[in-house]
């Protein structure tokens, strides 16, 4: 990358863009409020990581949030972990989602006067899959959302759930699971979800850990333009859940699948201490809610700001995940400030995110709505009949901004894709890009096959506080392989190991101050050790978030990936995005990953680190003497020399969780001697197969650390 005062926009935002912007807005209405003038991004950034109360505070008048009982302070105390946000207030999260305040400051100004029954009528969900494929795809107006979350919220208090339960789902990107859950938030019960493509295993680890009332599942899913039944996998879910007291089956895969075919399957294998389990359909359900077909009320449970709203886990790629429980008041604000602020949603807008419902982008879509803008569904594969389809679907639905991993954007770079001038994209004004580091070429390529007026914002975060604290800022310009900016509200600060900040250099992603958002605690972790131990024990008081992380000097940040998988060659530490953005710069190499392991040693020489690059190369492709120098000359112009690996070796694909990222630390740990199922959740993998080449590879070099690896 090019020093940054060398280096030209790829993108700036025009006059009109940045007038029309809520980020504009906000920033004179806030500075109106407190007698000040902020004249960029960067001064408005600086005060609301140094005003944190004052910020926090706007943040709920400008976005209008409902509360039956006003908050006594925003800030009571600072302490990491367990810092004390709007104590006093009370409030529910899907009321604010669904009867938003519309002449609140954020909304009255952006889209006219104030209309509740305008926008009962509008827009507010598009849906499509594989398996309900139609054109155009199928919508839920607002009104129609509302009441399909009454009708599900009082048939789960007919089945007993009330404040704290929690409703567990094992289901797709689909209209109903979302349905479901504000549902369930609406009662003050506590919401999860795994995606379908979760094996059974996979499954209970996250679900027995809370012990769910309810359970909300699918008969089987398509992907790919293959399906995947998955009712033999529900006989083994039920099983490891006794505290399941009623299923709900939606037969999505076959119609006349019943919930009561899976509990039979099951009666044979019920736990000792689980009882007898009702069954309902979906449509039994919505039933229940609106016997006779007369409308529920939209009731909500009032909550403290800092009540459960759902369990997120952690990848689970080390171990039993980590069950991560977020609260209604802390969601919510960070939901209104990226969704109105950051993301700059409008009413007319529609946005998009690639995203399976066992990932964290499935609950940052959700919180969209809160934009005012229509969210767009989609259940199935990004690549299925090709990587068109999602281009198709904005065509299709007039996605407004859409967001995907950084590796649909280079796997449609390598493939040739045309998005530009094979589809109508020109309601299509901005691209998303997350899940892992976006290289320089993704950038390029965005700007020249999709739209020169794009504005492409590249974001990080994590699913531990279910948002991105860098990312986009639709008044700031875009540089080739940078994100635009600290988030607002979220003090980021890249630090060295003894705790000095840096700018313009690597070091550890660290949150010097709280954020709403973060964990309220994990559950079964009484004593908060496990809490502590996982974001608290390098920097004691600060949230270390496992990310390797350079500022620019004009605000904005590169991402290095993960720094307990950064290769660290004699002083030199490297993160594996740029090892990896070396490798795809070889046209042969189609995927890779990086590892750095132990060669054994002995009590006179310690062990030293081999650098082993895996590439998966395009069909047809053998891995010959020639293409293993070119590789290295890449890594040596691109890197460093120190960071040349010792091996490079062939393998047929990366293996990989369901949300995208490599297994990187995993590899590691299998290579350096532990058991598949100690070093990951295979159940949460898109590929588990992957795993059978590391496995044997580890058995060939037992007793000898990576001595032996490459040598057969």
């Given amino acids: 990358m090019a020093d940054t005062d060398e280096q030209v926009p790829l993108w700036e935002p025009s006059a009109e863009r940045t007038a029309a912007a809520r980020m504009t807005h906000f920033m004179a209405w806030a500075g109106a409020r407190h007698g000040r003038e902020f004249r960029d991004y960067a001064e408005l950034w600086q005060w609301s990581v140094d005003e944190l109360e004052r910020f926090w505070g706007d943040i709920w008048e400008y976005c209008g949030v409902r509360a039956s009982t006003p908050y006594e302070r925003v800030l009571i105390s600072e302490q990491m972990p367990g810092a004390d946000w709007f104590a006093g207030a009370k409030l529910n999260y899907a009321e604010n989602l669904l009867t938003r305040k519309l002449d609140a400051p954020g909304l009255h100004d952006h889209g006219g006067e104030p209309d509740p029954e305008s926008r009962a009528n509008r827009t507010a969900v598009l849906h499509a899959s594989e398996l309900r494929d139609q054109y155009p795809p199928a919508q839920l107006s ?61 499954v209970i680890d ?11 599942v699918v008969d089987g899913y398509r992907h790919g333009g293959k399906d995947f039944d998955r009712r033999d996998a529900l006989t083994a879910i039920l099983d490891g859940l006794p505290s399941v007291e009623q299923l709900v089956l939606l037969p999505y895969l076959d119609g006349s699948a019943q919930a009561e075919d899976v509990l039979a399957a099951d009666s044979d294998a019920l736990a000792a201490d689980q009882t007898s389990i009702g069954g309902l359909s979906w449509d039994d359900l919505l039933g229940l809610g609106s016997p006779g077909g007369v409308v529920a009320e939209l009731q909500f449970e009032q909550v403290p700001f800092d009540h459960p709203l759902w369990v997120l886990y952690s990848s689970g790629t080390t171990g039993l995940p980590k069950a991560i429980v977020h609260g209604h008041g802390g969601i919510l604000l960070e939901q209104l400030k990226k969704s109105m602020l950051h993301l700059d949603l409008h009413r007319g807008d529609r946005m998009f995110w690639f995203t399976t419902t066992g990932w964290m982008m499935w609950n940052f879509l959700v919180g969209c709505l809160f934009g005012e803008a229509a969210i767009v569904l989609y259940d199935g594969s990004p690549g299925y009949p090709d990587l068109g389809r999602l281009w198709q679907l904005a065509e299709q639905t007039g996605i407004t901004c859409m967001g995907v991993s950084a590796g649909l954007l280079t796997s449609c770079e390598k493939a040739g894709v045309e998005p530009a001038r094979d589809y109508d994209l020109h309601r299509l004004r901005a691209i998303g890009s997350t899940g892992s580091p976006l290289p320089p070429e993704g950038f390029r390529w965005v700007y020249e096959h999709v739209g020169g007026d794009t504005w492409l914002f590249s974001t990080s975060g994590g699913t531990d506080v279910c948002t991105a604290f860098v990312g986009g800022c639709p008044l700031l310009p875009v540089y080739e392989g940078e994100l635009q900016c600290l988030a607002l509200g979220c003090a980021v600060e890249s630090w060295d190991e003894q705790g000095n900040p840096l700018i313009d250099e690597v070091g550890e992603l660290v949150l010097a101050r709280p954020l709403p958002s973060m964990p309220l605690y994990l559950w079964g972790d009484e004593s908060g050790e496990r809490l502590r131990e996982s974001y608290f024990d390098m920097y004691p008081g600060i949230w270390r978030h496992g990310d390797w992380i350079k500022i620019t000097p004009r605000g904005g940040a590169v991402i290095y990936g993960r720094s307990d998988s950064t290769i660290n060659r004699q002083g030199v530490r490297m993160g594996t995005s740029e090892i990896y953005r070396a490798t795809s710069a070889v046209a042969q190499v189609s995927d890779a990953l990086v590892v750095d392991v132990p060669t054994g040693g002995s009590t006179s020489h310690p062990p030293e680190l081999m650098m082993v690059l895996f590439v998966v190369l395009e069909d047809g492709v053998r891995l010959d003497e020639s293409l293993v120098a070119e590789i290295k000359a890449r890594i040596r112009e691109y ?27 995993p590899i590691k740990r299998i290579l350096m001697g532990a058991a598949p199922r100690e070093a990951a959740s295979v159940e949460s993998l898109a590929n588990p197969q992957a795993l059978d080449y590391f496995v044997e590879l580890a058995r060939h070099c037992r007793g000898d650390g990576a001595a032996k690896i490459g040598t057969s």
Wanted: overall charge positive; charged content about 20%.
């Fill in 639 to 665: 890197c460093s020399p120190r960071h040349v690996p010792n091996k490079i070796l062939q393998i047929s694909e990366v293996p990989r969780t369901l949300s995208g990222k490599a297994l990187e630390v």
């Fill in 206 to 216: 996250r679900f027995a850990q809370i012990k769910p009332k309810v359970l909300l």
């Fill in 142 to 202: 607002w009104g129609e959302l509302a009441e399909q979350v009454a009708a599900v919220a009082a048939g789960l208090r007919t089945l007993g759930v009330k404040r704290g339960d929690r409703v567990a789902a094992y289901m797709p990107n689909i209209p109903e699971t979302l349905v479901a859950f504000l549902a369930t938030a609406s009662l003050g019960a506590i919401w999860s979800c795994a995606a379908p493509e979760f094996g059974a295993r996979s």
